[in-house]
């Protein structure tokens, strides 16, 4: 066994100090080869530090060396040493057999600092020296593909003639560009070739968004059923799978979808909106108003629900449980306009006149140029004998429709009152 092979069976047992008493030897009296081998062992395991003391020994020897350099600098990176990676890398000109390698170096060290156009600039200069390498292709399209530039992310891909790089489908990546990009057609081939070589939860997902996108809401279903069997705990792909089935206007299988992910998910409030909006479309309101306070028990804020529930609540006539929800969303530190036209109809519902003119006057601020809130207003004031008032309203109802009959009547009558 030689000394390398010693200090390596050293380190993988934890025998930190006999392995550096046989690195120290090595350093001292080591042959060049040597040390070269010995340092890519140490920084293989880690010990980066080590070996850049290496390099350092000999470089000294040979400072023409430009790979000693180069591997001087990837241990520098390692370590997140960044500006003593650059110095190095700097060193290594065109004429280098390991200025690509460099250039590739470069352009992650100044995309870790955010310094995009530097990197693409470093990625670029890469490409023009060794326009067939593959590896720089490939680093090319995940720099876009990261950037959101999906077209030329896409034109970087098909350069590439391997299926995978580094662990990454390149179908599957093509697949993202123009899902990503809004071209849902054109990604479903590359989702579809990507599952032929593995059924995993990821792609599945992303191969059912797509084709919910594509308005393939069969499919979608298809693939989100089978995601779910692979995953349960997948949360997201209930929420879609119940948007697929309900744009297939299977309400029932849509409800049941929902009803499925909130067992797994019991705390999302956008599958519990979802479930009651379903199940006020299939006809149970009772179903369909226990789900949205559930909706809004989770997160007070969350107005969408609040208001679809004010809608349920005004219908069954339950004001002062309307009046509670917009109370509740209120206090949490939201609002919207709705509640005003919400809290004049309660307030009128509960004979609580005087608080529902307050209300409906605020309301009209903001909904009078709305037909439906001019009409609710105009039969309040008409009830409330303010005439004046009531004439106004149905007066601009006219002019919005003058053949609506019952608007003009009621001006007619108005006018004669």
């Known amino acids: 066994m030689n000394r390398i092979q010693e200090m390596i069976e050293h380190l993988h047992a934890g025998n930190l100090e006999d392995a550096m008493k046989i690195y120290a030897e090595l350093k001292r009296t080591g042959t060049d080869d040597e040390k070269y081998e010995a340092a890519e062992a140490l920084y293989s395991l880690g010990f980066q530090e080590k070996s850049i003391e290496l390099y350092e020994d ?84 995940e720099f876009y593909i990261q950037q959101g530039r999906f077209l030329e ?69 298809e693939v989100f059923e089978e995601l779910i069997e692979v995953d349960a705990e997948y949360h997201s792909a209930y929420q879609l799978l119940a948007k697929s089935y309900e744009h297939e206007e299977q309400i029932d299988k849509a409800l049941e979808a929902a009803e499925k992910g909130l067992k797994s998910d019991p705390f999302n409030k956008e599958l519990f909106l979802t479930a009651g909006k379903l199940a006020l479309k299939s006809g149970n309101e009772q179903k369909a108003e226990e789900y949205l306070r559930q909706a809004v028990a989770i997160d007070p804020d969350y107005l969408e629900a609040a208001l679809v529930l ?26 919207d306009p709705q509640f005003l036209w919400d809290a004049a109809r309660a307030f009128e519902m509960r004979e609580d006149f005087s608080q529902a003119f307050e209300e409906y006057k605020k309301a009209y601020v903001v909904y009078n140029d709305h037909s439906d809130f001019l009409e609710d207003y105009g039969k309040f004031l008409v009830e409330e004998g303010r005439q004046k008032e009531a004439l106004e309203i149905y007066l601009k109802l006219t002019q919005k429709d003058p053949t609506n009959e019952v608007w003009q009547m009621n001006v007619e009558h108005l006018r004669h009152d």
């Open 310 to 335: 004010n809608k349920i609540l005004l219908r069954q006539e339950k004001p002062d449980d309307c009046l509670d929800v917009i109370s509740t969303v209120r206090e949490s530190g939201e609002d």
């Open 153 to 221: 992310a896409i034109r970087f891909y098909k350069m590439l003639s391997s299926e995978e790089i580094a662990g990454v489908l390149i179908c599957k990546r093509l697949g993202e560009c123009y899902s990503a990009g809004g071209s849902f057609e054109d990604a479903l081939p590359y989702y579809e070739e990507s599952l032929e070589h593995e059924r995993d939860a990821e792609t599945l997902f992303q191969y059912g968004f797509t084709a919910s996108q594509a308005g393939h809401h069969s499919t979608a279903s």
């Open 58 to 141: 000999l470089i000294e020897l040979y400072p023409e060396e430009t790979e000693l350099v180069m591997l001087k600098a990837e241990a520098h990176a390692e370590l997140d040493q960044i500006e003593e990676s650059m110095v190095l890398l700097e060193e290594i000109n065109e004429s280098s057999e390991f200025y690509s390698r460099a250039m590739l170096l470069s352009a992650d060290l100044y995309q870790m600092q955010g310094l995009h156009e530097v990197s693409e600039r470093k990625l670029l200069q890469a490409y023009e020296a060794e326009k067939n390498e593959e590896i720089i292709q490939f680093a090319l399209a």
